[in-house]
T-cell receptor, first 117, second 116 residues
Framework: GAVVSQHPSWVICKSGTSVKIECRSL??????MFWYRQFPKQSLMLMAT?????????EQGVEKDKFLINHASLTLSTLTVTSAHPEDSSFYIC?????????????FGDGTRLSIL | AQTVTQSQPEMSVQEAETVTLSCTYD???????LFWYKQPPSRQMILVIR??????QNATENRFSVNFQKAAKSFSLKISDSQLGDTAMYFC?????????????FGKGTKLTVNP
């Protein structure tokens, strides 16, 4: 099956720094990638949808300037949490779909645990 | 807007027994897909089973099967012969290809514990 690699799996950094999370589709071209945020014991909350070569579509309430998403190629999307603060601490998960996987289940990365001190 | 409701925050079952997790959804779309995802403590999202709305036959995957009631907008998951490794959060999810976004809408999840 399709593999989605997410890196890093865990990051701890100081308040005020920016953190970049990468999401790669390893064996297929993902025309669409999704970024989710998950708080402890809660469900996944969609933050944004990114399509290769175009601007991401953010869900209502998600700060575009805080969470920068770039989908520069069919195999890579990045999420940058800018000027991170403790309230940004969370579990972030990406998924990939589209292309030959259109109308198929999304393929999820293993997630990134972000801790802001 | 589509919504997905999982009314059981937590459930438990004895090993080797059968358990059913409930899920209801609301949509005005006619073409859509339904999924059950499993999230074990490792937090990896694992697809358990999928159902296309246009198919009347209920999907099955080994010990996992669904009861899809389209008119009632119900999509329950039955786990037979429960195993300790089935302990996880289970999320019901809805997707429609309409509009081209293919966004997944998740329920709040059910925490399943399989007891030895």
């Amino acid at each position: 099956g399709a593999v989605v690699s997410q890196h890093p799996s865990w990051v701890i950094c100081k308040s005020g720094t920016s953190v970049k999370i990468e999401c790669r589709s390893l064996d297929f071209q993902a025309t669409t990638m999704f970024w989710y945020r998950q708080f402890p014991k809660q469900s996944l909350m969609l933050m944004a949808t990114s399509n290769e070569g175009s601007k991401a579509t953010y869900e209502q309430g998600v700060e575009k300037d805080k969470f920068l998403i770039n989908h520069a190629s069919l195999t890579l999307s990045t999420l940058t949490v800018t000027s991170a603060h403790p309230e940004d601490s969370s579990f972030y998960i990406c998924s990939a779909g589209g292309g030959v996987w259109r109308n198929q289940p999304q393929h999820f990365g293993d997630g990134t645990r972000l801790s802001i001190l | 807007a589509q919504t997905v409701t999982q009314s059981q925050p937590e459930m438990s079952v004895q090993e080797a027994e059968t358990v059913t997790l409930s899920c209801t959804y609301d949509t005005s779309e006619s073409n859509y897909y339904l999924f059950w995802y499993k999230q074990p403590p490792s937090r990896q999202m694992i697809l358990v089973i999928r159902q296309e709305a246009y198919k009347q036959q209920n999907a099955t995957e080994n010990r996992f099967s669904v009861n899809f009631q389209k008119a009632a907008k119900s999509f329950s998951l039955k786990i037979s012969d429960s195993q300790l490794g089935d302990t996880a959060m289970y999320f019901c999810a809805f997707m429609t290809p309409e509009g081209g976004s293919e966004k997944l809408v998740f329920g709040k999840g059910t925490k399943l514990t399989v007891n030895p």
